[in-house]
């Protein structure tokens, strides 16, 4: 299945508040039951078990929306008794919004407005960098200057957590967008989101030219997820 070169989900345009917030709701609830969320935050734990027990661990999460997963780190970390600081980056400012109120309740969580090509962050600034169903809204170009930004701000791993390009994940999102009731924005842009995923060769070849020579790609075709981790 070739990718939907140059296709626009609907969230990537403007929206009224209301349907971003059904749409977000969405992701969310999905990320929550097929996998999105543990997946990362497995890898996550793999990279903790190498940051002495004292130390602060800071995670930058780019394209991190309204802070659902920030959200979930810092409770596992406290859960964990890990000292942690998350950085959200996302460039839609009403959805920083939406995520300002969501973690108003952890200081851990830091919001910045900014583009996933061009990160506010100094080289090494975190011990990972986290991305999920971000990378496939992003053409080529773009989708290289991110993965070499993340990976200069990365001092111990960079994770890539987005959809697998496959027939079977196509028929996947577009059955659970609709079974489970989702927002007529959801039921566009999922399937969408999966025609714009990029396959394991082709995200290793992106990885290749952003300056990335050490890439793990593990696929989960009954999730529908494809995980590179650069370590």
Not at 49 to 64: C, E, K, T
Not at 154 to 162: G, L, Y
Request: glycine share 6%.
């Amino acid at each position: 299945m070739d990718r939907a070169d140059g296709a626009l989900e609907i969230l990537d345009r403007p929206v009224a508040l209301a349907d971003r917030v059904a749409s977000l709701a969405d992701i969310d609830r999905l990320n929550a039951w097929f996998g999105g969320y543990a997946l990362t935050l497995r890898e996550i734990c793999r990279v903790v078990a190498a940051v002495p027990g004292g130390d602060a661990l800071v995670a930058v999460d780019v394209g991190g929306g309204h802070a659902a997963f920030g959200v979930r780190l810092v409770d596992w970390a406290r859960g964990a008794r890990r000292a942690i600081r998350v950085v959200v980056v996302d460039r839609d400012v009403e959805t920083l919004a939406l995520a300002r109120r969501a973690c108003a309740a952890y200081p851990e969580i830091s919001l910045v407005v900014a583009d996933a090509t061009a990160l506010p962050l100094r080289e090494g600034a975190a011990d990972v960098v986290t991305s999920a169903l971000t990378l496939h809204h992003l053409e080529p170009d773009a989708a290289v200057a991110s993965l070499r930004e993340m990976a200069a701000a990365a001092r111990r791993a960079v994770i890539v957590n987005d959809l697998l390009r496959t027939r079977l994940a196509l028929g996947l999102v577009w059955l659970a967008t609709r079974l489970l009731r989702c927002h007529p924005i959801s039921r566009h842009d999922g399937p969408l989101s999966v025609r714009r995923a990029y396959s394991a060769a082709e995200l290793a070849a992106l990885a290749q030219k952003a300056g990335i020579t050490t890439l793990t790609v593990r696929a989960y075709p009954l999730y529908g997820r494809l995980v590179a981790v650069a370590a």
